[in-house]
T-cell receptor, first 115, second 111 residues
Framework: EAGVTQFPSHSVIEKGQTVTLRCDPI?????LYWYRRVMGKEIKFLLHFVKESKQDESGMPNNRFLAERTGGTYSTLKVQPAELEDSGVYFC?????????????FGNGTRLTVT | GQQVMQIPQYQHVQEGEDFTTYCNSSTTLSNIQWYKQRPGGHPVFLIQLVKSGEVKKQKRLTFQFGEAKKNSSLHITATQTTDVGTYFC???????????FGEGTQLTVNP
């Protein structure tokens, strides 16, 4: 079984530019989560998809962040325009349908650096 | 909103020493999970605790869930270099709600 994959693994962009992160969850996992870890801080919740629907997006910091999951398969997270404080590691995680208390399977993350 | 706090933030031990990390929630939890992230890696699930006062063991690792379901601990006996990494606790207020992570405890083990 392939794990959660994220692309790119690293991204360095300038303030004001746009970046799009991609996450491919484990096949068949309806629950998809985005988290972010700023250096030394907690892994902070951003949002949760159930299939293509946003179940909880209360963790999204502001309207510069847009997450989509068209077709309920892979997901993208776009940051536009990027600010310095957006730097961090963005993790995607997935879990099976209906199993809201099951463990999360994390991808390797995308390390975003905004200069 | 719910907050999950972990202490210590960093812990350096000699190989063979014991290690404990503590997790405290600002609210009562439905369940708590523990994850380990190796350097350069991603968080990997270790265990889930659900019942008040629950204790679970995985070889040298012992996990506890407090009676009030607001705190938890992870204890490693006789650490090894393979235990190096950051240990995160993550709690849910209610079944199915978001998983809120603590800041993690970064463990280094000197051989």
């Amino acid at each position: 079984e392939a794990g959660v994959t994220q692309f790119p693994s690293h991204s360095v962009i300038e303030k004001g530019q746009t970046v799009t992160l991609r996450c491919d969850p484990i096949s068949g996992h309806d629950n998809l989560y985005w988290y972010r870890r700023v250096m030394g801080k907690e892994i902070k919740f951003l949002l949760h998809f159930v299939k293509e629907s946003k179940q909880d997006e209360s963790g999204m910091p502001n309207n510069r962040f847009l997450a989509e999951r068209t077709g309920g398969t892979y997901s993208t997270l776009k940051v536009q325009p990027a600010e310095l404080e957006d730097s961090g590691v963005y993790f995607c995680a997935s879990s099976p349908r209906g199993m809201f208390n099951s463990p999360l399977h994390f991808g390797n993350g995308t390390r975003l650096t905004v200069t | 909103g719910q907050q999950v706090m972990q202490i210590p933030q960093y812990q350096h031990v000699q190989e063979g020493e014991d290690f404990t990390t503590y997790c405290n929630s600002s609210t009562t939890l439905s369940n708590i999970q523990w994850y380990k992230q190796r350097p350069g890696g991603h968080p990997v699930f270790l265990i889930q605790l659900v019942k008040s006062g629950e204790v679970k063991k995985q070889k040298r690792l012992t996990f506890q869930f407090g009676e009030a379901k607001k705190n938890s601990s992870l204890h490693i006996t006789a650490t090894q270099t393979t235990d190096v990494g950051t240990y995160f606790c993550a709690g849910r207020e209610t079944s199915g709600s978001r998983l809120t992570f603590g800041e993690g405890t970064q463990l280094t083990v000197n051989p």
